[in-house]
């Protein structure tokens, strides 16, 4: 616990310090992780040989375009044998599995100490959210192992986890019984209970900080929790590759990237790395993973690098909240792409709706599927798919259709389905 509070106090510590000397550090972290993956992951070593480049030639993030992109399936592709570290004993190493949304599951694998690493920056970030040792902090979500550390032992920073994959009826009842103080979840799951439960929400639950993860947050839930209940909420981001990427502070200017421990980029359809500001595919590489090395890393999410620096005077860097999935778009006609952001913000006015999903039968043929709280209603039906034609402005079919309750899932809710984005209704 002593080394967990000390390596905590260096990350705080360190993230007051300026500007140069932050980088100063990423960049030592970034040579080092990269000399490593080089020398002792034959992946790592094919890939820089395959581009003409050597670790001497990374010696800045300013560099890093040099290396190619890596993806999962190239991961996947070369085997455990050849994308973990040959310096690592495998079997003393902690594994995670992604989620396993976007098709099979991957392993990731973790010294105790990268684990550990790994703890301490998610908790610096829920400490600048706010949260407290004797919080009540509740999870709900699908499946948490939780850490057996000294602190929870000691009754401090305990956590208790309601699974999404119980009846509705039962989560509601667990989270009257343990009344969280702090409250995270996804935002699927925070809309469907707010759909089910009757009379006033906050009665249910009412958290002095809620934290939403893993799936987009949109305004219209943003909206909804501010009328609704008496607590300030975060957005945050994360992979399981990486741990916590990104979380807001309480200035909710953005997300601010755990810059000390990971370089976050974004690349056009090229790969190439874009300006600030421009919406592309996020890039990551982790600068504490040595075990199996994670160097531009695409993680097919849509988003952005802000420039502007948050008011909390922060030298960690900025990004808008992730868009979605980048294989989880709408493709139009002309062949313009909307990120499912886009379309939730489009669709942020509807205050009674609880839950959209947009299937795409064809590129000229989009389903919108509403959860509404009261029930169908035909005349919201109409002004949303006038909404949704005018602002698309394209030879769009788009049919609505009122589903009597949200998706419950226990893993991420697709915003935009596609079973047929690729070809047209008719030939
Ligand atoms: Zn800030």
């Known amino acids: 616990m002593v080394?967990?509070?000390?390596?905590?106090?260096?990350?705080?510590?360190?993230?007051?310090?300026?500007?140069?000397?932050?980088?100063?550090?990423?960049?030592?972290?970034?040579?080092?992780?990269?000399?490593?993956?080089?020398?002792?992951?034959?992946?790592?070593?094919?890939?820089?040989?395959?581009?003409?480049?050597?670790?001497?030639?990374?010696?800045?993030?300013?560099?890093?375009?040099?290396?190619?992109?890596?993806?999962?399936?190239?991961l996947r592709a070369a085997g455990m044998a050849n994308t973990i570290s040959r310096r690592v004993d495998v079997s003393g190493c902690i594994m995670r599995t992604t989620s396993g949304s976007t098709g099979k599951p991957f392993a990731v694998f973790r010294t105790r100490s990268e684990e550990r690493t790994r703890l301490q920056f998610q908790m610096?970030?829920?400490?600048?959210?706010g949260l407290r040792p004797l919080d009540r902090f509740v999870m709900l979500i699908a499946e948490w192992e939780a850490p057996r550390r000294l602190h929870t032992r000691l009754g401090l920073f305990q956590r208790e986890v309601v699974r999404v994959s119980r009846p509705i009826e039962e989560q509601i009842r667990r989270l009257r019984e343990l009344r969280p103080t702090v409250l995270w979840t996804w935002p699927s799951a925070l809309r469907s209970l707010m759909h089910?439960?009757?009379g006033p929400f906050r009665e249910v639950v009412n958290p002095r900080i809620l934290i939403t993860n893993a799936e987009i947050l949109d305004p219209h839930l943003r909206n909804r929790v501010k009328t609704e209940l008496d607590t300030e909420l975060f957005n945050f981001y994360g992979a399981c590759e990486f741990g916590r990427i990104a979380w807001e502070c309480k200035a909710h200017e953005g997300l601010h990237i755990n810059g000390d421990h990971l370089i976050v980029e974004c690349v056009d359809g090229d790969l190439n790395p874009l300006p600030f500001n421009h919406t592309g595919t996020i890039v990551v590489t982790s600068l504490y993973s040595f075990a199996m090395p994670f160097i531009r890393y695409?993680?097919?999410?849509?988003?952005?690098?802000?420039?502007?620096?948050?008011?909390?005077?922060?030298?960690?860097?900025?990004?808008?909240?992730?868009?979605?999935?980048?294989?989880?778009?709408?493709r139009l006609p002309s062949g313009r792409i909307m990120p499912p952001l886009e379309l939730l913000n489009l669709m942020s006015s509807f205050n009674k709706v609880d839950q959209f999903r947009f299937v795409q039968e064809a590129t000229d043929l989009l389903r919108v599927e509403l959860v509404m709280r009261e029930g169908r209603d035909p005349s919201t039906e109409e002004t949303v798919r006038t909404k949704i034609r005018d602002y698309l402005k394209e030879p769009v079919r788009v049919e609505v259709v009122t589903k009597k309750d949200p998706s419950v899932s226990s893993s991420k809710f697709r915003v935009i389905v596609s079973n047929g984005g690729s070809r047209r209704s008719t030939p």
């Open 298 to 330: 695409n993680l097919n999410d849509l988003g952005m690098l802000k420039e502007a620096k948050c008011s909390c005077g922060s030298p960690l860097p900025l990004m808008a909240p992730p868009m979605g999935r980048e294989t989880e778009v709408l």
């Open 196 to 198: 089910f439960v009757e």
């Open 3 to 74: 080394r967990d509070i000390i390596e905590l106090g260096k990350i705080v510590v360190g993230r007051r310090r300026p500007m140069s000397s932050h980088q100063a550090l990423r960049d030592r972290r970034l040579r080092a992780v990269v000399r490593n993956a080089y020398e002792h992951v034959p992946y790592y070593r094919d890939r820089f040989r395959a581009a003409g480049i050597s670790p001497e030639d990374i010696r800045s993030a300013d560099d890093l375009h040099k290396v190619p992109v890596t993806t999962k399936d190239d």
């Open 124 to 129: 610096a970030a829920l400490l600048t959210a």
